[in-house]
């Protein structure tokens, strides 16, 4: 697992807010959004 993805769980769990927290970690909302889903993907759940 990408620790990466994590960070961006856990910067979007406390912002609970795609593009603030795309800006806060300096990526792009797309990139934040692949992130999200791949961290999805492997812990084979989805996030509500």
């Known amino acids: 697992m990408n620790i990466r993805y994590m960070r961006y769980f856990v910067v979007l769990a406390e912002l609970q807010h795609f593009s603030r927290t795309a800006d806060k ?19 084979g759940g989805e996030a509500i």
């Not at 970690?25 to 812990?43: A, D, K």
């Open 25 to 43: 970690l300096n990526v792009t909302q797309p990139s934040l959004t692949r992130g999200i889903q791949r961290l999805e993907q492997l812990v």
